[in-house]
Nanobody, 127 residues
Framework: QSQLVESGGGLVQPGGSLRLSCAASGFTLGYYTIGWFRQAPGKEREGVSCISRSGDSTNYADSVLGRFTISRDNAKNTVYLQMNSLKPEDTAVYYC????????????????????WGQGTQVTVSS
């Protein structure tokens, strides 16, 4: 029963912070590049960030660059997304996904390339 489970979402005021977690079970997350995606109401699911297997390289969407930080702890089989300075436009369901690549590369936003997906966690930024 290989799966990814996101947690840490919730309601936060503009300017606030949240830390999302993506925990793997049934497989070793250290063998996979991990992407974070989000989908807002009425919009396409978009890539937010990506981290290589070892954590030595990362990618970010322009909309979150400088505000979000992706990291991983392979010993805990977990990837994190630290979200600071949150804006209402960050409101979305956030998903993590895994694919068996060494690094993120130019295709990191291609959803079909990820074989494992979590169920998503809701992030709402509102006053």
């Amino acid at each position: 029963q290989s799966q990814l489970v996101e947690s840490g979402g919730g309601l936060v005021q503009p300017g606030g912070s949240l830390r999302l977690s993506c925990a793997a079970s049934g497989f070793t997350l250290g063998y996979y590049t991990i992407g974070w995606f989000r989908q807002a109401p009425g919009k396409e699911r978009e890539g937010v960030s990506c981290i290589s297997r070892s954590g030595d390289s990362t990618n970010y969407a322009d909309s979150v660059l400088g505000r979000f930080t992706i990291s991983r702890d392979n010993a805990k089989n977990t990837v994190y997304l630290q979200m600071n300075s949150l804006k209402p436009e960050d409101t979305a369901v956030y998903y993590c996904a895994a694919r068996p690549l060494l690094s993120c590369g130019s295709t990191w936003t291609t959803r079909v390339s990820y074989g494992y997906w979590g169920q998503g966690t809701q992030v709402t930024v509102s006053s």
